[in-house]
């Protein structure tokens, strides 16, 4: 549905993949690639909704984090992860298990989502950063 529903996630992803592979591929090709990462921001933006389930009691049953166990609480640590599947269930996850954490974002366009999105990071207890900018609290 993003594919069709939102204009500007087909324009920004066809220039993208564009850039990334020029003549390298087929316009059939890109077509699909696009139509993909749009059914994947879909999938993601549905789960994303349940961020506050995985904070929740009984959440932490819904994944499972492996080495926590080598984190020294007392230091913290740095989680750097890819812009692949929902990263942002890495930083509820890390909630869930007790610790403190934020995230580095830029801020969306539309002042409309940016206020949705915000709300679901407040829920989880996560602190954050504008992406470059001042620290902010969600």
């Given at each position: 549905a993003i594919f069709?529903?939102?204009?500007?996630?087909?324009?920004?992803?066809?220039?993208?993949?564009?850039?990334?592979?020029g003549a390298e591929l087929t316009a059939p090709v890109k077509?699909?690639?696009?139509f993909e990462a749009c059914q994947n921001l879909g999938i993601a933006a549905a789960e994303f909704s349940h961020a506050p389930r995985l904070i929740a009691p009984g959440g932490e049953d819904l994944f499972r984090v492996k080495?926590?166990?080598?984190?020294?609480?007392?230091?913290?640590?740095?989680m750097v992860g890819a812009h692949l599947g929902n990263w942002e269930w890495m930083v509820a996850?890390?909630?869930?298990?007790?610790?403190?954490?934020?995230?580095?974002?830029r801020e969306f366009d539309d002042p409309r989502l940016e206020r949705a999105i915000t709300a679901v990071r407040e829920s989880t207890?996560?602190?954050?950063a504008d992406a470059p900018g001042?620290?902010?609290?969600?």
């Open positions: 069709w529903l939102a204009p500007r996630a087909r324009t920004v992803g066809r220039a993208n993949i564009e850039a990334a592979f077509r699909r690639i696009l080495g926590v166990e080598h984190i020294d609480r007392s230091r913290g640590a740095l996850a890390a909630v869930a298990y007790g610790f403190q954490a934020a995230i580095v974002v207890g996560r602190g954050g001042e620290r902010r609290p969600y």
